[in-house]
Each structure stands twice: as C-alpha cells, then as structure tokens.
T-cell receptor, first 114, second 111 residues
Framework: GAVVSQHPSRVICKSGTSVKIECRSL??????MFWYRQFPKQSLMLMAT?????????EQGVEKDKFLINHASLTLSTLTVTSAHPEDSSFYIC??????????FGPGTRLLVL | GQSLEQPSEVTAVEGAIVQINCTYQ??????LSWYQQHDGGAPTFLSY????GLEETGRFSSFLSRSDSYGYLLLQELQMKDSASYFC????????????FGTGTLLAVQP
C-alpha cells in the first residue's frame, strides 16, 4: 500500500520559535496533501488542503500566516508553525492523496512548545 | 456547518459484537468512511460507503442511510487489539477532496 512519512516524529521547542514538519509520499505522487491537528482525546481537525504548485486552502479559523504550508513537489509538503506558543502543542498529521478517493495518513508529529 | 456526532466511549467484551453510530448534519458528500486510530498512531482506513446500505469487509461492516443522516460501524468477534478510537468521516469529492471527521468513539474491549 501507499506510504506516507512525517519528520520529525516528535519535536520540543521554545515558545516564539518556528518549527517545520515534513510530509512525504514515499511510493506515489500526491497531487493533494492535507494537514490535520488533533488535541488529546479529540478528533482530527482539518487545517488546510494543499495542491502541488499552488497556494494552500485553509479551513475557517486557521491562521494562514501562523501555519505556513508549502507543497513544492508531488512528494513533499511542509507545515511551518511560526512563532509557536504552548497552545500550539498538538499532534499534527498529514495525509496524501493520489488518483482516487483514498487518503493515506502519515504517522503524525507530536509538537510540544515550552 | 458540518457536524458528525459519535458516542464518546463504548465498552464491550472479547468475542462480542459492537455497533458504533455516527449521526451527521451535512450534505453534498460523496460517501462516509470509517477510520481506526490507536493511541498516538495514524488513522487507518476501515471502510467506505458511497451508497446506502451495508458494506462488509471481514469482521468489519459499515452502513449508511442518507435519508436518516446516519451510519454505523459494526465490529464482530471483538479482539483485544480492536481497542482503539474509531472515527466516521464524510468525504467531499470534487474540487475540495476533503475528509471531515466525526467526534470519535473510544472503544475498550475487555477480556
């Protein structure tokens, strides 16, 4: 099956710094990638949809200047959390989609902002 | 807006059958999916209903009724490893291709 990886798997940073999370589709070309955030014991909340080569589409209430998304190639999307604060601590999950309807999810990145 | 409601927790014993319900207030979606997520892991795809009715995949079955705005996941012959969170999700195809997830159900399987 299709494999999606994320790096890093967990990261700890100081408040005010920026953190970049990578999402890669390892064995397929992902024309669309998605970024989700999940707080403990809660559901996955879609943050944004990114299509290769174009600007990301953000869901209502998600600050696009704070969560920078780049999808520069068919196998890589990055999420940068700028000026991170403790309330940004969460589990960030990406998914990637090739032709068809199934999204394949990455293993997630756990961010802790001190 | 979109909302998909699920029971927050369900407990069942090994070998039993359990049904996890999903009621939704949304429209215009292509189908209803179900995902399993173990603690700290990635969601894994279980089942998808594009049409009303029952879809069976091994021990898992999923049902959709658009007229009732309702679906469910049925797990048979429960095993300890089935203890996890389960999410329904509506799939919006077309230009958005979005998945919007339900509130999630934590299933605890007891010996």
């Amino acid at each position: 099956g299709a494999v999606v990886s994320q790096h890093p798997s967990r990261v700890i940073c100081k408040s005010g710094t920026s953190v970049k999370i990578e999402c890669r589709s390892l064995d397929f070309q992902a024309t669309t990638m998605f970024w989700y955030r999940q707080f403990p014991k809660q559901s996955l909340m879609l943050m944004a949809t990114s299509n290769e080569g174009s600007k990301a589409t953000y869901e209502q209430g998600v600050e696009k200047d704070k969560f920078l998304i780049n999808h520069a190639s068919l196998t890589l999307s990055t999420l940068t959390v700028t000026s991170a604060h403790p309330e940004d601590s969460s589990f960030y999950i990406c998914s990637a989609k090739e032709v068809g309807e199934t999204q394949y999810f990455g293993p997630g990145t756990r961010l802790l902002v001190l | 807006g979109q909302s998909l409601e699920q029971p927050s927790e369900v407990t069942a014993v090994e070998g039993a059958i359990v049904q996890i319900n999903c009621t939704y207030q949304t429209s215009g979606f292509y189908g209803l999916s179900w995902y399993q997520q173990h603690d700290g892991g990635a969601p894994t795809f279980l089942s998808y209903n594009a049409l009303d009715g029952l879809e069976e995949t091994g021990r898992f079955s999923s049902f959709l009724s658009r007229s009732d705005s309702y679906g469910y996941l049925l797990l048979q012959e429960l095993q300890m490893k089935d203890s996890a969170s389960y999410f329904c999700a509506v799939y919006y195809g077309g230009a958005t291709n979005k998945l919007i997830f339900g509130t999630g159900t934590l299933l605890a399987v007891q010996p």
